[in-house]
Structure formats: C-alpha cells, structure tokens
C-alpha cells in the first residue's frame, strides 16, 4: 500500500479548488498539532483531517453555488478525495434520482 502525506494532499487540492481562507488555516493547524504531538502526516489522524478538509470545501463550494445537484455522501474516504473532480462526480444526483427525491 502506497504511504501518502496527507499534508501535502491537503496543500494540493486548496491550491487546486476554491476554499475559505479560514478552512484552510483550521486544518493546516490541526495537522500541525498532529505533528508537534508525534504523529506524522501520513498517520490516521492526518488521514482524517485531510478528508474533513476536502468535504468541508466541497460543501462549502456546494454553499457558494459552485458545486451543484449533489447529494453529500459522508462515507467517502479520504482516498476517494485525492481524485476530487471524481469524489464530486461519485456525489451528483442522477436525473432519475432527483425527480425520485422530489417527488417524495
């Protein structure tokens, strides 16, 4: 199995997708805790700030418009956000899926 740094994922996909500012600082500051306590950035904890990380920019750019007819899916893993476009893609409502929602 691959060992990934999750900080420098992280670093990635706020340089490569639209994000608060303070989203950003908020888990660049727990990662570095992490890291100050012993862990490294490709331990389990790093893991999970990187995927809150990347769900909470997806669901922020969702709030802002730029993401749109998705249904969230918690259960993505922080693996499936390396691919973000494709995280995102694995969360759109199909067509059938929406009118079945609607009509509910």
């Given at each position: 199995?691959?060992e990934v ?6 670093m990635?996909l706020a340089k490569?997708?639209p994000?608060?500012d303070?989203?950003l600082e908020r888990?660049?500051e ?6 100050r ?8 904890t790093c ?7 990347a769900m909470?920019t997806m669901?922020?750019?969702y ?6 007819d998705?249904?969230w899916?918690?259960e993505?893993?922080?693996e499936d ?12 409502v199909?067509?059938?899926?929406q009118n079945?929602?609607q009509?509910?």
């Amino acid at each position: 199995m691959i060992e990934v740094d999750w900080a420098k994922a992280m670093m990635e996909l706020a340089k490569q997708q639209p994000h608060p500012d303070w989203l950003l600082e908020r888990y660049q500051e727990q990662m570095r805790e992490t890291v100050r306590n012993g862990g490294r950035s490709t331990d389990d904890t790093c893991h999970e700030i990187f995927r809150r990380f990347a769900m909470m920019t997806m669901l922020s750019q969702y709030a802002e418009g730029l993401v749109k007819d998705i249904i969230w899916n918690p259960e993505l893993t922080a693996e499936d956000y390396l691919d973000y476009d494709h995280a995102i893609e694995m969360q759109k409502v199909k067509e059938d899926k929406q009118n079945d929602i609607q009509s509910t």
